[in-house]
């Protein structure tokens, strides 16, 4: 579902002080579109070294005490930081925290976020948070970005590409085990109306079955990829379109896939 207008306001308040090494990560950004399954209760300010969470805290929080807001600070380490900000009756939680510079793709400019994690990344990077701390939230969204961006399969196959810890196998496996939550669990989460716990699980189930079968098909020397179509669009790989299909790899800070046209290699995608 889309931002709350309290958490629309509060990001673009403090959309000046982000940048390409200090950028908003996490739910919202796969949370912004109106069809998504729920409202991220937080946000995520991710930074590409830990020396820099700190200072970048102090900035948005003296932001947000000069436009009225109250912070309540609930953490303060130095490379985690977490407040609640507040004005009224409304509020939200925002995190600061260091996270690898390691992606697939460069950070992207937005509106009203500043800086923000491309919506690729994000979704690998909640398929290993799921993995990491088997929260339903996380469940959620990588059922979210399986049914409207890249199949959870090729989600899997990628993400050990981020974490070498992990294999294909070892990813969906982990995921399909945690990923049980009960019906109280499920309730506690802020979800559209009608979305329920029986959709989810038939839904999960079948996403789970389908990773399994592409992952059986891809070549082993390819583990960690993206496949990108024609237009540099990540896609889920098959038989039919594996010849056209370009391999993409992560990178430290990310790089945009590019094409040949008369011998000039020009970039794919342009920032949004």
């Known amino acids: 579902m889309p931002l709350t207008e309290f958490q629309r306001k509060v990001l673009k308040l403090l959309a000046a002080n982000r940048n390409p090494e200090n950028y908003v990560a996490g739910g919202i950004v796969l949370n912004q579109a109106p069809e998504s399954p729920r409202y991220s209760d937080d946000a995520d300010l991710f930074h590409d070294t830990a020396e820099s969470v700190f200072a970048s805290a102090e900035a948005d929080a003296q932001t947000l005490a000069k436009h009225g807001y109250r912070v309540d600070w609930e953490s303060r380490q130095p490379a985690f930081q977490r407040?609640?900000?507040?004005?009224?009756?409304?509020?939200?939680?925002?995190?600061?925290?260091?996270?690898?510079?390691?992606?697939?793709?460069?950070?992207?400019?937005?509106?009203?976020l500043g800086f923000r994690l491309s919506v690729w990344d994000a979704g690998?990077?909640?398929?290993?948070?799921?993995?990491?701390r088997a929260e339903p939230r996380d469940a959620i969204d990588v059922l979210y970005f399986?049914?409207?961006?890249?199949?959870?399969?090729?989600?899997?196959?990628?993400?050990a590409g981020k974490d070498p810890g992990y294999t294909p196998e070892l990813?969906?496996?982990?995921?399909a085990r945690l990923a049980r939550f009960t019906v109280d669990d499920f309730n506690a989460l802020n979800l559209r109306p009608g979305y329920s716990v029986r959709d989810f699980r038939q839904e999960w189930m079948a996403a789970?079955?389908?990773?399994?079968?592409?992952?059986?098909?891809?070549?082993p020397a390819d583990v960690g990829c993206l496949y990108l179509n024609s237009d540099g669009k990540p896609v889920e790989p098959s038989v039919e379109m594996f010849p056209t299909l370009k391999k993409h790899f992560g990178s430290v800070r990310g790089a945009w896939p590019t094409v040949e046209v008369a011998g000039i290699l020009t970039p794919r995608f342009g920032r949004s």
């Open 83 to 112: 407040a609640v900000a507040s004005l009224g009756g409304d509020s939200m939680r925002l995190d600061w925290a260091f996270d690898s510079a390691f992606r697939f793709f460069p950070i992207e400019s937005e509106p009203d």
């Open 124 to 132: 690998i990077n909640k398929l290993l948070a799921l993995v990491g």
């Open 146 to 159: 399986h049914r409207t961006m890249l199949s959870f399969g090729a989600t899997c196959w990628a993400g």
């Open 171 to 175: 990813l969906i496996n982990e995921a």
């Open 208 to 219: 789970v079955g389908s990773a399994r079968r592409l992952i059986a098909t891809l070549p």
